[in-house]
């Protein structure tokens, strides 16, 4: 089952978080799981890709930018699914932040529209992978080799 | 006559699993049930941008879930946010036709799937 998910963070109160960003962030190296988050809207999608990655590796879900902020702080993921298309603040908002804060973080943008737009706002704000839905198993897992082969030495899953 | 559900990429994404697959049918299901009476309240408030949002999550989903005819009626839905009242309803009558056979369909795989 999904994780639960406490009161959404509010985007004026990272300072707050970053120390404990700064911990979990350190911990990246000793895992025995590649921690990756979800941030997806739709249930259904969140729910299938959660079925796709839990064998493998350690999940979080979240269904808006504030709740992926929140858990992106919490717990330092290695690899972040983010849909661009979200209620409230967009993914490329959350995308935005999450660079800015964490220069080694690596994030996948997610969505159903392929838009022009959507790629060069992408670019922009130097994110590591696109993928356009239908989700498969194949485009999941390419994300997540190009992720291990830039990480010099790869970590064991 | 073709399938109006794909489930071999969803298959490939669940293992085959089928306790998972009931599971993601039956929000499938529900979740589109609250995007159809949604679009039919937007269409009927004329609230534009609540309908194109409400059009592209449920073909995001039905692109995931391997529907891919109904996927491309919500897209078309999605590009005519502006559309008068009166084709509106024509996309909505598309889509509620084409959503009756993924449900039906759906629910021949699994008969209990609720």
Redesign the interface.
């Known amino acids: 089952m999904e994780k639960s998910t406490s009161m959404p963070l509010s985007l004026d109160q990272i300072p707050a978080r970053v120390a404990h960003f700064k911990i979990a962030k350190s911990t990246r190296q000793k895992r025995d799981k590649l921690g990756v988050l979800v941030v997806e ?5 969140r ?2 890709l959660f ?2 990655l839990r064998h493998e590796f350690e999940v979080d879900l979240a269904a808006n930018a504030r709740e992926g902020l929140k858990l992106y702080l919490e717990n330092a993921p290695d690899i972040a699914f983010f849909d661009i ?1 979200l ?1 409230g603040e967009s993914g490329h908002e959350l995308a935005r932040i999450v660079k800015a804060l964490d220069p080694d973080s690596f994030v996948v943008m997610v969505t ?2 392929n838009s022009v737009e959507d790629v060069a706002l992408a670019k922009s704000n130097r994110v590591e992978g696109f993928i356009v ?5 194949a485009k999941i897992m390419e994300s997540i080799e190009a992720y291990r082969s830039i990480r010099s030495g790869g970590k064991a899953t | 006559m073709t399938d109006p559900v794909n489930l071999a990429n969803l298959r490939e994404m669940t293992g085959g699993d089928a306790a998972i697959e009931r599971e993601l049918f039956a929000v499938f299901m529900d979740s589109s049930e609250k995007c159809f009476a949604n679009l039919e309240a937007n269409a009927a408030a004329g609230q534009e941008e609540a309908w194109r949002t409400e059009a592209h999550a449920w073909k995001g989903m039905s692109l995931n879930l391997g529907a891919e005819s109904l996927g491309h009626l919500c897209a078309n839905a999605q590009m005519k946010n502006t559309a008068p009242p009166e084709e509106k309803a024509k996309i909505l009558a598309e889509i509620k036709d084409e959503y009756e056979k993924v449900k039906q369909y759906l629910k021949s795989v699994y008969p209990t799937t609720a």
């Open positions: 809207d739709q249930l259904f999608s729910r299938l079925e796709v298309e209620s159903g529209n839905k239908p989700y498969s198993k």
